[in-house]
């Protein structure tokens, strides 16, 4: 069996993929949660089994998805360490908390560290997995399919984890920053709120599509922009404005917010 330790967004967004994709059949699926209304939507959404005991979780499935906030971590940690044997499958998936942190704990070498992002609730997101060498293929399919059925997966070494929060763990908040700061160019232009919402929506959605196609951005960018025209006004001012560098001084904040996290 798999099970959840927490019930929250990232969590549902897994079981709603798992169980959508049938990755994962209903049956297999346990989840922890501490608040009963909480629990019976679970239930009722997607016809799984709840439990307000870690410890049933623990005992119940191989692997286990601990699922919770980073401050709550050391104190589900205690709780389960006891009932934590080597054969089972520990993943984490909350941010800062380190695979040593976690062999210091936990009497299991099978640990995955998964850093995924907020577009896993509508199965688009960016999952990287870190690991150690002593997975048998099975074990990691198990887990790499869960995360398969909310978008796209990478396995990456732990060192790159920090980098990976910074670009596709906060790098939605970025996105949405800067389709917000769209939206309200167009208002100061003189659309409406909904019509300068729809266009900047719909140009981010179509422009990632393209790009997924293996368009390389910059192709991208030089096919839009016609020589002393429009597109090219609007570059030259983020040119001057500097903003591959705001950009990329934005992603090493959030790396260095992550690397702070991890040393606590």
């Not at 993929?17 to 297999?28: E, K, L």
């Not at 629990?39 to 709840?50: A, D, F, M, N």
């Not at 920053?177 to 019509?195: C, H, Q, T």
């Not at 266009?199 to 960018?221: H, N, S, V, W, Y």
């Amino acid at each position: 069996m798999i099970g959840f330790i927490g019930g929250g967004n990232m969590a549902e967004a897994l079981i709603k993929g798992a169980v959508s994709s049938q990755r994962s059949a209903v049956s297999s699926l346990l989840v922890s949660e501490p608040r009963e209304d909480r629990r019976k939507y679970l239930e009722q959404t997607y016809g799984i089994k709840t439990t307000e005991s870690n410890k049933e979780v623990v005992s119940s499935c191989n692997v286990v998805i601990l699922a919770v906030k980073p401050q709550n971590m050391a104190a589900v940690v205690d709780e389960i360490a006891d009932l934590i044997t080597e054969d089972k499958t520990i993943v984490s998936i909350a941010a800062g908390i380190t695979l040593s942190y976690l062999q210091s704990k936990l009497k299991t070498k099978k640990l995955i560290r998964v850093m995924p992002n907020t577009p896993a609730i509508v199965q688009e997101g960016m999952s990287v997995m870190s690991l150690c060498e002593c997975f048998s293929d099975k074990d990691i399919a198990i887990v790499r399919d869960i995360f398969m059925s909310v978008g796209k997966v990478l396995t990456l070494p732990e060192k790159y984890i920090n980098a990976v929060t910074a670009v596709s763990g906060s790098g939605p908040a970025f996105v949405a920053l800067f389709v917000e700061a769209m939206i309200a160019a167009g208002e100061k232009m003189g659309l409406s709120r909904d019509n300068a919402s729809e266009l900047a929506i719909q140009t981010f959605i179509g422009t990632a599509r393209l790009l997924d196609t293996g368009m390389p951005p910059e192709k991208l960018r030089e096919m839009v922009t016609s020589p002393g025209g429009t597109t090219a006004a609007g570059l030259k001012i983020f040119e001057e404005k500097g903003f591959k560098d705001i950009v990329y001084d934005a992603l090493y904040a959030a790396k260095k917010r992550a690397e702070d996290l991890s040393k606590v």
